[in-house]
T-cell receptor, first 114, second 111 residues
Framework: EDKVVQSPLSLVVHEGDTVTLNCSYEVTNFRSLLWYKQEKKAPTFLFMLTSSGIEKKSGRLSSILDKKELFSILNITATQTGDSAVYLCAVLDISGGSNYKLTFGKGTLLTVNP | ETGVTQTPRHLVMGMTNKKSLKCEQHLGHNAMYWYKQSAKKPLELMFVYNFKEQTENNSVPSRFSPECPNSSHLFLHLHTLQPEDSALYLC??????????FGSGTRLTVV
């Protein structure tokens, strides 16, 4: 059974801190790994990672994938209160050539205090 | 708005009621999904539709019945639900680049 494990499950930091969120996975037919940010509404897309070792960056957020060790990290530098959210890691696998499935971890609840 | 619209946003229903959740996207995506998000659990995949055909039913009880009349619309028909079915139900669509777009969800409470 496909599995995605995120750690920590929750984290409280002060504004300006740097955080690292972890995601490890076990899937049968790995295609890519995705990070989402979820506040009270729809999960919003952050990154899609397909290749190992290539860092993706968007402002203060960055992420990298290690397909050998089967994990990814999401870094947030100089955190702001608006970064408070649940960060979801999901792995896309494909079976039968066309059946895509996205399996999620439980998420990391990040709280950034002023 | 993400381009995936779900209605209603909130729903309270009794265990003997029948209701339907609706999802609509005009992003040109060909695959649509229902996910269930319960407290302290990962998002759980319920149903997958590719080009209007159901390609996955993830062991979902028959009191949940999906319908996909065309590639832009997806419904989830609910009947005789249980209190443990209370959750956030999220619809998503997928583009050819494998990016998923989620709707804002329907917060369902079964009383």
């Amino acid at each position: 059974e496909d599995k995605v494990v995120q750690s920590p499950l929750s984290l409280v930091v002060h504004e300006g801190d740097t955080v690292t969120l972890n995601c490890s996975y076990e899937v049968t037919n790995f295609r890519s790994l995705l990070w989402y940010k979820q506040e009270k509404k729809a999960p919003t897309f952050l990154f899609m990672l397909t290749s190992s070792g290539i860092e993706k960056k968007s402002g203060r957020l960055s992420s990298i994938l290690d397909k050998k060790e089967l994990f990814s990290i999401l870094n947030i530098t100089a955190t702001q209160t608006g970064d408070s959210a649940v960060y979801l890691c999901a792995v896309l696998d494909i079976s039968g050539g066309s059946n895509y499935k996205l399996t999620f971890g439980k998420g990391t609840l990040l709280t950034v205090n002023p | 708005e993400t381009g995936v619209t779900q209605t209603p946003r909130h729903l309270v229903m009794g265990m003997t009621n029948k209701k339907s959740l609706k999802c609509e996207q005009h992003l040109g995506h060909n695959a649509m999904y229902w996910y269930k998000q319960s407290a302290k659990k990962p998002l759980e995949l319920m149903f997958v539709y590719n080009f209007k055909e159901q390609t996955e039913n993830n062991s979902v009880p028959s009191r949940f019945s999906p319908e996909c009349p065309n590639s832009s619309h997806l419904f989830l028909h609910l009947h005789t639900l249980q209190p443990e079915d209370s959750a956030l139900y999220l619809c998503a669509s997928r583009n050819r680049g494998n990016g998923y777009t989620f709707g804002s969800g329907t917060r369902l409470t079964v009383v």
